[in-house]
């Protein structure tokens, strides 16, 4: 492939830029409709179910959607003014057409007036369940703020989704456009030391990312994906492509160096860093399919994205990218910068004496490096799933104002948005009504539930009794209420009655959905972990080389989850990196951390071990091997994983918490895959291993043979280093 394209590069140049011109058309008219910012979970929970029933049986008309909390230092609640300043506001959201209902805090099934009397609560149901038109709403509020003598704040599930939408859009952008890209940049060009190779990969990147967005858009005709997989197909897109780029074009670089023509530096780089780039390319697919598996649309989508680009950057990278360095040739080199722009010799002296360093004394270097990932890795025993609420954001949005305000002038109030326990069966019959009671009376006056609504349907058939729980609905209160509602209330109180209870509500859709992460967790590791193996075992031709990649990885990951829980639940150190506290680390963040942490560490490995087994089979003398392979590998490692780095390093800067955990899990994790596993732990345990680094059983021996670390050469093995399994010759 490497040859055709480099005797032939304007075919491929012109076949590439075909595909990105229809890319172009393709997402200018179909992106607008392929994407979709609803979530859903495919097993259909009991929130899910209870949340259906509600909507075939009761119209709804007296929930509380949002709260408008109106105070006044200067006016008492009863003055004229004040109820004047009211009935404005009430017009004001009346007039958007957003709403069903606008409640008056004045009537007397209402009278919603704070306890000092320098506040009211206007509360309001929104005429499309959707949330549609809650933006209207929020400008009038916000108009409605700038009066003078008056506070005006809004707070309600509708606000708060829109709130996480718009700062959502904000971070992805800000992290990955205006301090990813131009943060990478800078990497390549101190990686490279010339302005044309550090551009090439930033093109590779930048074209995989179009092509792929343009592909996605068509998928979305047909199902659904989130628009989070745009934000995903960008932070993969610069992180492969870069990568991808990087090992070939360095490869490249270290061939002419050597004295090949240019055609034969091209031929010899695809016969082994374009091999390296192929296999690493599908173990980070195999990783990423076990996101596949969750029955959560968004991680779906986010893995669907993650895969396409992935592939999409191996073609560019196998295709595109030997043929630019057929037209370019040592112009590659053009535009050098001073100091950093000298050539560099295919061993690095740094890491040739590192290593060094670590092989002598692998049995020390070993246990150092094992115990510090293992203390990392410790708090992860306390770990927590969950889901952000309202006071993870920042005070200047609109719901996290509005809760401040609805503590203030009605403490202990609770959530707008209740525990809906749904009960279908003979709702007529004495026993059924004789459960409800005992349900309403075992939480009256109990701190943790507010005042009790009940409702019959129109059919009978179905029965609704709402309670609030108190607090937000995503904090411990919440969750511990909703958890006693389930487990101790509602059997104690329907036990007997032939009924089915059902539990809806934002807080049990929380927490549904981290159960089913959960449970999906195990699953998706056995998955990866097992594919990876194979894998692996196919590409080296050894089991214990296999085995110890699944574990040195493990460690890398299990280190990052034991940092998120001590930085983020914990606290410490979150102040001054400016993350925030919180109670759990969002339900989604560790099983996706684990499958873009692993694809991309493999990536890691795969290049780092080709070069390995290419200087073994040549040599056959494994310690020789490692100390080339990390001396030939870690400048180009050690500035993929910075680039990397600095892409996620944009999202952890952002303002919401779940990308806050999200970039600081990938950027802590490649750091210490990229240095402390790749560089100490992997040359220190094959350093101990030996020969059995090779071993690969008898009854393995059917395996073809695929040569990833490039051409074998004759070699024969040292004598004081016999391999199990010899080298391809």
Not at 520 to 537: D, K, Q
Not at 674 to 691: D, K, N, W
Request: proline share 4%; aromatic share 8%; hydrophobic share 50%.
């Amino acid at each position: 492939m490497a040859r055709a394209a480099a005797l032939r590069p304007w075919r491929i140049v012109g076949a590439w830029g075909l595909i990105l011109i229809a890319s172009l058309v393709v997402i200018a008219t179909l992106s607008g409709s392929a994407f979709s910012s609803d979530g859903s979970l495919t097993t259909n929970p009991d929130s899910a179910r209870a949340g259906q029933l509600i909507a075939d049986n009761f119209d709804q008309g007296d929930r509380i959607d949002e709260a408008v909390i109106i105070h006044s230092t200067e006016f008492a609640a009863g003055t004229a003014r004040f109820k004047a300043f009211v009935a404005d506001v009430r017009a004001s959201i009346e007039s958007t057409g957003a709403t069903r209902t606008v409640r008056d805090p004045y009537s007397p099934d209402q009278m919603a007036i704070s306890e000092d009397g320098r506040a009211v609560a206007v509360t309001l149901v929104l005429a499309h369940d959707s949330g549609a038109g809650i933006a209207e709403v929020l400008d009038e509020v916000a108009n409605a703020d700038a009066a003078a003598g008056f506070d005006v704040d809004i707070t309600g599930s509708n606000t708060l989704d829109h709130d996480f939408s718009e700062l959502s859009e904000s971070d992805l952008t800000n992290g990955e456009l205006k301090f990813g890209l131009p943060a990478a940049m800078i990497v390549l060009l101190l990686v490279f030391g010339a302005f044309v190779a550090a551009f090439i990969p930033m093109s590779i990147a930048i074209g995989s990312i179009i092509v792929t967005v343009a592909i996605s858009s068509v998928l979305g005709q047909f199902t659904s994906l989130s628009f989070f997989i745009v934000n995903m197909i960008t932070a993969m897109g610069l992180a492969l492509g870069i990568d991808y780029s990087l090992f070939v074009l360095s490869r490249y670089r270290e061939e002419r160096q050597a004295g090949r023509d240019k055609i034969d530096a091209i031929v010899a780089t695809g016969g082994t860093s374009g091999k390296a780039v192929l296999f690493s390319g599908s173990s980070f697919v195999v990783a990423l399919l076990g996101l596949l598996l969750v029955p959560d649309t968004i991680l779906r989508s986010l893995s669907l994205g993650a895969i396409i680009v992935g592939l999409v950057t191996m073609a560019a990278a196998l295709t595109l990218l030997p043929a630019l360095l057929s037209l370019l040739g040592d112009r590659v080199n053009a535009l050098r910068l001073p100091l950093v722009g000298r050539d560099h010799p295919a061993e690095s002296p740094f890491w040739t004496k590192a290593v060094g360093v670590v092989v002598r004394r692998p049995a020390v270097a070993l246990t150092l490096g094992v115990l510090i990932l293992l203390a990392a890795a410790y708090p992860v025993l306390g770990l927590r799933t969950g889901t952000s609420g309202v006071e993870s954001l920042p005070d200047s949005t609109h719901s996290k104002a509005g809760a401040i305000a609805l503590e203030r002038s009605f403490p202990g109030t609770a959530t707008t948005d209740p525990a809906q326990v749904v009960i279908t069966g003979d709702i007529a019959s004495d026993a059924v009504s004789d459960a409800m009671s005992r349900l309403e009376a075992s939480v009256a006056d109990d701190r943790d539930f507010g005042p009790v609504e009940q409702q019959i349907s129109a059919s009978g058939q179905v029965a609704l009794v709402s309670i609030p729980l108190v607090g937000n609905p995503d904090n411990e209160q919440a969750r511990r209420g909703l958890e006693r509602l389930r487990t101790e209330l509602i059997p104690q109180s329907f036990d007997g009655t032939n009924t089915t209870v059902l539990v809806g509500g934002a807080t049990a859709s929380n927490v549904d959905y981290s159960d089913v992460i959960n449970d999906w967790m195990p699953i998706v590791l056995a998955f990866v972990l097992g594919l990876s193996f194979l894998l692996l075992t196919l590409v080296f031709r050894s089991v214990v080389l296999s085995a110890s990649a699944v574990v040195f990885n493990l460690l890398s990951v299990g280190a990052a989850y034991g940092l998120l829980v001590l930085v983020f639940q914990h606290g410490i150190g979150a102040d001054l990196l400016g993350f925030q506290q919180v109670e759990r680390v969002e339900a989604w963040v560790p099983i996706f951390l684990f499958s873009v942490l692993f694809a991309l560490s493999m990536d890691y490995h795969v290049f780092l071990l080709s070069r390995i087994r290419e200087r073994y089979a040549q040599t056959g003398e494994t310690v020789g091997a490692i100390v080339h392979g990390i001396a030939a590998t870690g400048r180009i490692i050690t500035g993929a994983a910075l680039i990397i780095v600095v892409v996620f390093a944009g999202f952890a800067a952002g303002q919401l918490v779940m990308f806050q955990q999200m970039g600081f899990g990938v950027a802590v994790a490649l750091l210490v895959d990229a240095t402390l596993i790749r560089m100490v732990v992997v040359p220190a345990a094959m350093t101990l291993l030996g020969r059995w680094n090779w071993y690969l059983p008898s009854w393995l021996s059917w395996m073809p043979e695929l040569h990833v670390e490039g051409d074998p050469e004759p070699s024969s093995p040292t004598s004081g280093d016999v391999e199990l399994a010899p080298a391809p010759v």
